[in-house]
């Protein structure tokens, strides 16, 4: 694990959170001369949050990121200890694969898939410019001092003049025991970047031997876990339970009665959390009407000694927090371990970002992760992946990379994240998916995986498994394709069809609601000798099932494509278009985009003005 | 298509002699009318000037009033100018000719003003409906469904629709986003909710029905045997002289209509050539065109006299009535002064039992005082179309135009098959989404951000 230290790097990437790891992991993938830099090399990949990866949205960003070659699929698979497909009883288009993580396990795997990158474990003093243009030219390491780079991505996460509130107390701070970044702020704020600042917050940990399982419910994980990665074949960790408890009436009183000194409730935090992930102060206050909160104890690691109770975030002093804590059944002895907190932190205004994740204002400067104000794991590392791969792709003459949000959730979340105004950090859900139907976390291979071979993202593994699937799923749809059958012999094998005369294929019959593979073999007997796996079979069934949905998505994709594709007048002045407000007006004029499409991807662009270009264009 | 560097004029007030005219200029030429022809170099927005208006060689045309109006807060949303002249033909004409001599100043093309103020953003394309049909209404529940367009009325109904459709989108996934959450998000409730909007829509495309015969007019067929005073009817009614009236069978050949008022609706009357075997051609085609009209046509005013009774008319007529027996029918048996009138009432309906349940008058069509009386039986007829129906209220009436229809009806598939759907979130919600895009093209857009707001606002969500 020794690497021989230059002074001269392609990509430098600044963190070594979620972002940073996979930036670094695509942009020396794609093989540009990349080094990380980090506090200290045991908190690659930690986890400062939740013992856990995925979900729904985040299950399919995981999946994505794992199809375009990313490393945060396997290394939760490799730290799973239960996995979960949630809403595993309703369609697949809207299942997210989750875990709980042995967040040690976790650091462990990201250190092994990042072998032989070089890291250098110091602190940032300075980023230094070109002389004349504005273009990154090196950093300044406290330690090792200067270190030429062509792009720089910026991954600090919460450690933007982070500042942490226990209480009465505050103090500055990247997360718990670690020390926030202030000197880089000071860069931001020295070349003018638009600051945003958000809170967040984390609950209190608990000795796991300290709480009585058996007054809480136990939740298995499931019987047939299923991985995050496409390459996983097996998964070895032990699964392991969680438990769910909730709050009761005593709780809520002990929470009221000392709000004044939480700092959200006391006028110290101004800044504003995600309102998905409340703090327990915030529930109590807002929802008097509820009785009780549910909480989930997850275990932190395979051994089960720390416990993270979901669902309790706090801010409330390290007493007020022992005393609401052991007020909740199951927990009445119990010992925490770390407070609680909420945590205050910068972020850029991500409208200072190209859809390349590179600023505007400094070429060569990309910024990716918390820093632009989203909130969660799977989100961080979707930006790292997009950001490493255009910082390398720039640095070596290639094309960039963008995805649309009619591609992947990634594109989903570039796109929402470049209107930047973020009010609160954001988080991924299904629902801004408008093509939720076509971006499903089982087709996220089918979607991505010939793009990551393209860019130099597969490794040799990925792309034979990919190839070979993708050959079996053609076979197996071309020959489903080609058998038919009348509908009355359809309805004989209890399919409740309309019986119009007209024959289906078994394609379209697979694709039916209740239909499944042994229905189409008793239809189709010759089918039987099909040669392809269960799981390419399934693959082929959700496919057919959801295609129907998917071609009438894709006609609106088009017709979005071709509205896009609507140029302006070569007289066209922002200006003359009525209804946009100023600031829209602007950003057009610095950029002069030639057509809709490219105008509805800068920066800054809302739905409503790019309507009204539309029609702008039309008249 | 729109030009941009053109700025149009034109008349907005009738042409004619009238005590006051306005001509309404829109676009960048305004600045160079108030100058050149007022004599104004800068005026100030929004203020009545009264000035001289002058031709070219510096001739005052007239002493007028002017108010300009700065872009963009204006109608057009450009700069505009509104001249108040005498209504004068000659005026009018002088003005409007020297208008046009101002370079880059065109006459306006029809409805090219609101169409600016459309692309300008100052209204909407219903508003823009709505303002048209407005401009061309002639009966009050014309004027009433217009407002209801052009003042807000319907975009606040689609505002509302797109409301409780994103609102219902919303709690659909919430069952999705946060199944782990033991939230309180019941199947029924949704249910309950997309069936509400689904009635709605069903009885605002009923009413497009409605909105479409206010505007084009109720269709009332007067028909009858020759010479019974069909004419001498339509005229009393409509107050015109339109049909002639002789003493002769078969003067009316062609199908005359007009149309009146009634109740606030409007109704078309059509006067119709009388059913009998034709003795030429043309009024053979006349008689075909009135019996293929009066079979399209729902309601019917059959107009018999003591004189016409023969049985070569009862024959013609019973032919007829199979075809028609499901209409509404008023009777009027005219000339109500002939010495055997009643006797010959009795014939008439001895030979055609149908006319007992029918709803009938007797009259004498040439005496103007008896008017009232047919109109009353008229009022009836609209009545019973528009008011009994239950289905119209005036003020719940809201679309009026085929694309209205259009994207109506695809909203209302949309949702009765997401209602269908239930069971299957995801493609429930899909549906959602598309019905949303629908009420989306009559107006306006919804953002994503919106559906997250209603389910954070409204449930404790949060693990």
């Not at chain 1, 990201?110 to 002389?131: A, N, P, Q, R, Y």
């Not at chain 1, 959801?546 to 509205?563: N, S």
């Not at chain 2, 949704?190 to 709605?200: G, H, V």
Request: proline share 3%.
């Amino acid at each position: 694990m020794f690497h021989v230290k230059q002074k001269f790097y392609d990509v430098i990437i600044l963190g070594g959170g979620h972002a940073g790891v996979e930036a670094a992991a695509a942009a020396s993938k794609i093989g540009a001369k990349t080094a990380l830099i980090t506090f200290s090399r045991k908190d690659l990949g930690a986890m400062s949050c939740n013992p856990a990866m995925g979900g729904l949205g985040k299950g399919h960003l995981i999946r994505e990121i794992d199809a375009l070659g990313g490393i945060i699929g396997q290394a939760s698979d490799m730290s799973g200890i239960q996995f979960r497909m949630l809403n595993r009883t309703k369609g697949e288009a809207v299942q997210g694969p989750r875990a709980q993580i042995d967040r040690n396990k976790y650091k462990k795997a990201v250190s092994g898939l990042l072998k032989t990158l070089t890291i250098f474990e110091d602190e940032i003093e300075e980023i230094h410019l070109e002389k004349n243009i504005r273009k990154v030219r090196s950093v300044k390491l406290k330690e090792f001092g200067n270190l030429n780079c062509q792009s720089l991505i910026v991954t600090t996460g919460t450690f933007l003049n982070g500042l942490i509130h226990c209480g009465q107390k505050s103090w500055s701070a990247g997360r718990l025991g670690a020390k926030a970044t202030t000197k880089l702020a000071k860069f931001f704020i020295k070349e003018k970047f638009v600051t945003r600042r958000l809170k967040t917050g984390t609950p209190p940990r608990l000795l796991g031997s300290s709480i009585d399982f058996k007054k809480c419910i136990e939740q298995k994980g499931d019987s047939h876990p299923v991985p995050f990665s496409f390459l996983t074949e097996e998964l070895r960790l032990k699964q392991k339970a969680c438990f769910i408890t909730k709050t009761n009436e005593t709780t809520h009183k002990i929470i009221r009665s000392n709000i004044y000194k939480s700092p959200m409730y006391n006028g110290k935090i101004k800044s504003k959390g995600p309102r998905y992930c409340p703090s327990i102060e915030d529930k109590v206050q807002r929802f008097k009407d509820r009785i009780s909160h549910q909480i989930f104890l997850e275990p932190e690691t395979e051994a089960g000694d720390i416990i993270y109770p979901n669902g309790i975030s706090t801010a409330m002093p390290s007493n007020v927090q022992k005393k609401f804590i052991r007020s909740i059944n199951g927990l009445e002895e119990a010992q925490i371990l770390k407070d609680g907190y909420a945590i205050e932190y910068d972020t850029i205004d991500s409208k200072e970002l190209k859809n390349t994740y590179e600023t505007k204002k400094i070429e060569g400067l990309y910024l990716a992760g918390q820093i632009n104000g989203s909130t969660g794991y799977e989100e961080a590392a979707g930006q790292g992946l997009l950001a490493g791969i255009n910082a390398a792709n720039k640095v070596l003459g290639k094309k960039s990379f963008v995805l649309g949000r009619s591609d992947a959730y990634l594109g989903v979340l570039t796109s929402d994240l470049m209107k930047g105004g973020l009010v609160e950090p954001y988080r991924m859900f299904t629902s801004r998916a408008e093509y939720r139907l076509t971006l499903r976390a089982d087709n996220a291979d089918y979607r991505l995986t010939d793009k990551a071979i393209n860019l130099g993202l597969a490794c040799k593994d990925r792309s034979r498994k990919w190839i070979k699937k993708k050959k079996a799923l053609a076979a197996g749809t071309k020959l489903l394709r080609q058998n038919y059958a009348t509908p009355n012999k359809i309805k004989a094998a209890g399919l409740d069809i309309n019986q119009d005369g007209k024959k289906r294929s078994a394609y379209e019959v697979l694709g039916y609601n209740n239909s499944n593979w042994q229905l189409i073999i008793s239809i189709w007997p010759q089918l039987k000798k099909v040669n392809i796996s269960e799981k390419e079979k399934e693959q082929i069934r959700i496919t057919a099932f959801y295609e129907k949905y998917v071609e009438r998505q894709m006609g609106e994709i088009e017709e979005l494509k071709k509205e896009s594709g609507l140029k302006f007048k070569s007289n066209f002045n922002a200006k003359d278009c009525a209804g946009l407000s100023n600031e829209v007006k602007e950003i057009l004029l610095k950029n002069s985009p030639k057509t809709l499409g490219e105008a509805s991807l800068l920066p800054g662009m809302t739905p409503s003005a790019a309507s009204l270009l539309l029609k702008h264009t039309k008249k | 298509m729109l030009n941009k560097d053109k700025s149009i004029f034109a008349l907005s007030t009738p042409w004619g002699i009238s005590g006051i005219s306005v001509i309404r200029i829109s676009g960048k030429g305004c600045c160079n009318v108030v100058k050149t022809m007022c004599s104004i170099k800068s005026p100030k927005p929004r203020y009545i000037y009264n000035c001289n208006l002058k031709d070219k060689q510096s001739n005052i045309i007239d002493n007028i009033m002017a108010v300009y109006f700065n872009s963009p807060k204006s109608f057009t949303g450009e700069d505009m100018l509104e001249l108040y002249t005498h209504g004068s033909i000659a005026v009018i004409k002088r003005v409007l000719l020297e208008l046009s001599y101002i370079p880059n100043l065109e006459p306006a093309q029809p409805g090219e003003f609101l169409k600016r103020a459309y692309f300008n953003n100052k209204i909407s394309l219903i508003q823009a409906e709505g303002i048209n049909h407005l401009i061309k209404s002639e009966t009050e529940k014309q004027r009433i469904v217009s407002s209801n367009m052009s003042f807000n009325g319907t975009i606040s109904l689609c505002e509302k629709i797109k409301e409780d459709i994103t609102y219902i989108g919303a709690l659909v996934d919430a069952t999705i986003e946060f199944s782990e959450e033991d939230e309180n998000t019941q199947k029924s409730n949704i249910e309950k909710l997309i069936y509400k909007i689904i009635k709605e829509l069903g009885s605002q495309l009923n009413g497009i029905e409605t909105t479409r015969k206010i505007f084009n007019g109720l269709n009332i067929i007067v028909f009858g045997p020759p010479n019974v005073g069909k004419s001498s009817l339509f005229n009393l009614i409509t107050n015109s002289d339109n049909s002639i009236v002789t003493s002769k069978a078969g003067t009316t050949r062609d199908l005359i209509q007009v149309a009146l008022e009634v109740e606030g609706y409007k109704v078309n009357f059509t006067d119709t050539a009388g059913i009998r075997r034709a003795k030429d051609d043309i009024e053979l085609i006349g008689i075909k065109r009135t019996t293929k009209k009066i079979e399209s046509e729902e309601k019917l005013m059959l107009v018999l006299s003591p004189d016409s009774y023969n049985k070569r008319n009862v024959n013609s007529l019973k032919d007829l009535f199979n075809k028609i027996s499901k209409k509404e029918i008023i009777v009027i048996f005219n000339k109500e002064d002939l010495l055997n009138f009643k006797k010959a009432q009795k014939k008439w309906f001895n030979a055609l039992p149908f006319l007992k349940k029918t709803s009938f008058i007797t009259t004498c069509c040439i005496n103007k005082n008896e008017k009232h009386k047919i109109l009353k039986k008229i009022s009836k007829f609209v009545k019973s179309e528009f008011i009994e129906n239950e289905r119209v209220n005036d003020n719940n009436l809201f679309f009026t135009e085929y694309r209205h229809e259009v994207h109506l009806k695809k909203c209302l598939k949309f949702l009765k098959s997401s209602y269908n759907l239930l069971e299957k979130v995801e493609l429930c919600s899909e549906e959602l989404r598309l019905a949303l895009k629908e009420i989306e093209s009559i107006e306006g857009n919804v953002d994503s951000e919106i559906k997250l707001d209603i389910i954070f606002n409204k449930f404790c969500i949060g693990k």
